[in-house]
């Protein structure tokens, strides 16, 4: 009791003096993770935010953009992952007028776009090879061209990038830039999975089904509701319980949030024997939640 006690007083004094972005948590090992983000926020230093997917890892960026000397200046976020290669440069450095089909205007990148504050690049680890070396330069010289242009430009960027593979490992197999990865990780930040930090589920799940409650009756989660949360592996970290949230709320009847409304196993044995794979995209609700679900299409 007597930890618990000082944990809650650090988190506290974390909020009283930093800008959390609406974050909440209550374990410890989350603590450690958002109190190390802070900390370095005030620097122009490189962040490499690793974890799982779901796990967190934009809303930590949020934070280190949040309370930075740059938190008035531009949070630029791009998938960098899902950048095709023909579509990289143009997406990241802008390319001219006419530079190539269908380019009928100037195209202002993503590096000038967040000129003076924060560029945050998602998913780095699925960057192709070439992508990777397009970066490095950037990241090296501060300098790129535009497609279609001879002209060098500059830009003052302060790197946050994110990933959920091991880069290490990466690396290892040669599909990662070593010289990339030192670019990218001056200070990394781990998030961990939600099954880590079984303290943070319960506040996590009132959380969300007060944010999609919106402006309708106060809903809760009833002890029993909480125990089977809290008994889950949750693979699909805190974006798979947001989701349970949102289900759980169509098909809510009482304001009070059942195991049944969960629509989980209960126990740690179902938990672990879960399975992985998504359910048929052919499977049809029951009859409470398909009322439910029209109801809340005909309210919308």
Sequence with gaps: ?????????????????????????????????????????????????????????????????????????????????????????????????????????????????????????????????????????????????????????????????????????????????EDLYFRLNVIELAVPQLADRPEDVVPLAQHFLDLHRGDGPEVVLTPEASAVLEQQDWPGNVRELENRMQRALLVCESGRITPKDLGLDSGPAAARNRPSAPPRANALPDDAERRAIEEALLRA
């Design 1 to 177: 009791l007597r930890f618990r006690a000082r944990d809650a007083r650090r988190r506290s004094e974390l909020l009283e003096r930093f800008d959390l972005c609406g974050l909440v948590y209550q374990s410890r090992e989350m603590h450690d993770v958002v109190s190390l983000a802070v900390h370095v926020a005030p620097s122009d230093v490189p962040v490499l935010i690793t974890g799982p997917n779901g796990s967190g890892k934009e809303k930590l960026a949020e934070i280190v953009q949040a309370n930075s000397r740059r938190r008035d200046k531009p949070f630029v976020r791009v998938n960098a992952g899902a950048l095709p290669d023909q579509l990289l440069e143009a997406e990241l450095f802008g390319a001219e007028a006419g530079a190539f089909t269908g380019a009928t205007k100037l195209r202002i990148g993503r590096f000038e776009a967040a000129h003076g504050g924060t560029l945050f690049l998602d998913e780095i680890g699925n960057l192709s090879a070439s992508g990777q070396m397009k970066l490095l330069r950037v990241l090296q010289t501060g300098e790129f061209e535009r497609v279609g242009s001879s002209t060098t430009r500059k830009v003052d960027v302060r790197i946050v990038s994110a990933t959920n593979s091991d880069l290490r490992a990466d690396i290892a197999a040669s599909k990662f830039r």
